[in-house]
């Protein structure tokens, strides 16, 4: 079993940025691709990033590219999302996820991703 933790969300204004981290347990982190998913306000939770478990390979939605860069440190079970020029529109609650690959299967798919973290609040104000 893999727990995640996510740290780092914050309120911040319009052309900021923010680094969220996401803390996994388990000797398996390495093995594992990880993505980061957001929800905002009535919305459906979203696929912002993904990584291979190498972090050879990232894969990003189109609304975040050039933006955000999603990476990951296997010595320390740690994924991160640097995030960039952050906009209104990317206040959400974000959310850190795996899945039990070293390469993402459907990367963009939240139903291929096994374990999840609580969440973390991001707000950006214009």
């Known amino acids: 079993q893999v727990q995640l933790v996510e740290s780092g969300g914050g309120l911040v204004q319009a052309g900021a940025s923010l680094r969220l981290s996401c803390a996994a347990s388990?000797?398996?982190?390495?093995?594992?691709?990880m993505g980061w998913f957001r929800q905002a306000p009535g919305k459906e939770r979203g696929f912002v990033a993904a990584i291979k478990s190498s972090g050879s390979s990232t894969y990003y939605a189109d609304s975040v590219k050039g933006r955000f860069t999603i990476s990951r440190d296997n010595a320390k079970n740690t994924v991160y999302l640097q995030m960039n020029s952050l906009k209104p529109e990317d206040t959400a609650v974000y959310y850190c996820?795996?899945?039990?690959?070293?390469?993402?299967?459907?990367?963009?798919?939240?139903?291929?991703?096994?374990?999840w973290g609580q969440g973390t609040q991001v707000t950006v104000s214009s």
């Open positions: 388990g000797r398996t982190f390495s093995s594992y691709a």
């Open positions: 996820a795996g899945q039990r690959s070293a390469i993402p299967v459907a990367p963009a798919t939240s139903t291929w991703y096994a374990y």
